[in-house]
């Protein structure tokens, strides 16, 4: 369905949603990138755009973000910012907090640059640096579990940047407990995603 011709029924499904996760498994060609320009243009609600919906957006596509009429996160790993932005990947590392602000208010979104240590950042220029995490995170599908928190805080009515911040401090805190279990180089995805309760749990108290 990730392409134009199954445009039609995809926006009857995704008009009942209140947020999007927008990009994980979907592919990158001309098919993709204007399946992702329609769903960025058209879907007024908000959007977490991830993985290879960044890579379609970083085809030329990048001024569609400032055409979006809901809230838009972006949660790229230092890769997937060098190509949206057309800066190198080590130029990224040694001034994250700058490029993750610079995004930010070019485009008028939320930015969740992930890393050591995560940062989120708004258009108002307000920051957070993520205390919790830990080098084992680094894992395939690591990044889907965060798109899927940041996205399921929204849905239950938090504002977009507070459920990014909520979202990260309690998906690295998820890691920092998988740690504990399967040590950091065992850990995968879905250690880290059995743990989500007893992080957000630990909120609590």
């Known amino acids: 369905h990730f392409t134009q011709k199954g445009l039609k029924k995809v926006k009857q499904i995704i008009n009942a949603l209140d947020i999007l ?15 992702v320009s329609e769903i960025l243009l058209n879907y007024e609600r908000p959007i ?4 290879d919906g960044l890579n379609c957006i970083s085809q030329g596509k990048q001024e569609l ?13 230092p890769g997937e910012l060098s ?4 800066v190198s990947i080590k130029e990224i590392q040694k001034n994250r907090l700058e490029y993750s602000k610079e995004v930010s208010n070019k485009y008028n979104i939320i ?6 240590n995560t940062i989120v ?36 009515g938090i504002m977009p940047y507070e459920a990014c911040i909520l979202g990260v401090y309690c998906h690295g805190l998820a890691g920092d407990l ?7 180089y065992g850990m ?17 108290y």
């Open 178 to 184: 998988a740690k504990l279990d399967k040590g950091e």
């Open 121 to 156: 950042s708004n258009p108002k220029g307000e920051v957070f640096i993520n205390p919790t995490g830990n080098p084992g995170m680094a894992t395939a599908g690591s990044g889907d579990v965060l798109a899927g928190m940041i996205a399921s805080f929204v849905g239950q």
């Open 83 to 86: 190509r949206l932005i057309g």
């Open 65 to 77: 973000l400032l055409e979006r009429k809901g809230a838009t996160i972006i949660t790229p790993h």
């Open 21 to 35: 996760v927008l990009g994980p498994g979907i592919g990158v060609d001309e098919d993709r990138i204007g399946f």
């Open 111 to 116: 930015t969740v640059l992930k890393g050591a």
């Open 48 to 51: 977490v755009l991830d993985a």
């Open 188 to 204: 995968i995805a879905s250690d880290i995603l059995d743990k989500i309760p007893y992080s957000i749990g630990k909120l609590e």
